[in-house]
C-alpha cells in the first residue's frame, strides 16, 4: 500500500473515531477497554497524543524508567486533555503527515485500527477495518514480532485471512478474517473465538 493510501486511511479513522468519542457520554469514556488497565478514556488520549515531541517523550520516558510500555500507559493516563479537547485533538490530526520520533507511516495506521476497536468493541459499536488497510498494519505487527520479543510470538504460525488473499509464515495454521488475525497478533484475546485453528498462538509472553 503506498504512503498516499496509507495516510488517507488514517485521516479517515481519525476522524471516524473522533465522531464516535464527540457522541459518548462521560461515563462511557470509563468503560474497560481491550487495552489492559485502561479505559476508552486512556486510549482515547493515548491516541490524541501521537504528534508529541522529544521533549515530551523524554520526560514520560524518564518517569517509567526508560520503560516503553510503562511510558506509553504513563503519558495516557497522564494527559491533561478533557474529553472535548481529545475528541478537537484527533480532528485536528487528519490531514497531517506528523509522526513521532523515529515511526514510520505503519506504525500511526496500525495504532489507529488497533485502538479504535480496543474503544469500539467493548462499547458494543461495529466499525470493520477496511481490508487493505487491516493487512497492512498486519503485515507490520508480523515485521516487528520478528525482530523484537515484544507482543505474541507469531514464529512458527501460518495466517491466513480468509476474506482476502494474503497469508505469510510457516507452521501451526490460522486462518480468519484479516481483522480478527490483526487483532490476535496485537495481544487482543477477544479475536480468538473469531479465528480456526491454533489460536492458543496468540498469548502475550
Known sequence: MDSDTTWRHIDTERAALADVLAGLPDDRWRVPSLCADWTVRDVAAHLALSHSGVRELLGASVRSGFRYRAMIRDTAI????????????????????????????????????????????????????????????????????????????????????????????????????VQWLLLAAAGRSIAHTHLRGAAETFVRT
Open 78 to 177: 497522564r494527559c491533561p486533555l478533557t474529553h472535548e479537547q481529545i475528541v478537537d485533538r484527533l480532528r485536528s490530526f487528519v490531514g497531517s503527515r506528523r509522526t513521532v520520533p523515529m515511526v514510520s507511516e505503519q506504525e500511526p495506521l496500525l495504532d489507529v485500527l488497533v485502538h479504535t476497536q480496543d474503544i469500539c468493541l467493548p462499547l458494543g459499536l461495529e466499525h470493520p477495518m477496511p481490508t487493505d488497510a487491516a493487512v497492512a498494519a498486519l503485515e507490520r505487527v508480523v515485521w516487528w514480532s520478528r525482530r523484537f520479543p515484544i507482543g505474541p510470538r507469531l514464529r512458527g504460525v501460518h495466517l491466513v485471512a480468509t476474506d482476502v488473499g494474503w497469508e505469510a509464515g510457516s507452521g501451526r495454521r490460522v486462518e480468519g478474517p
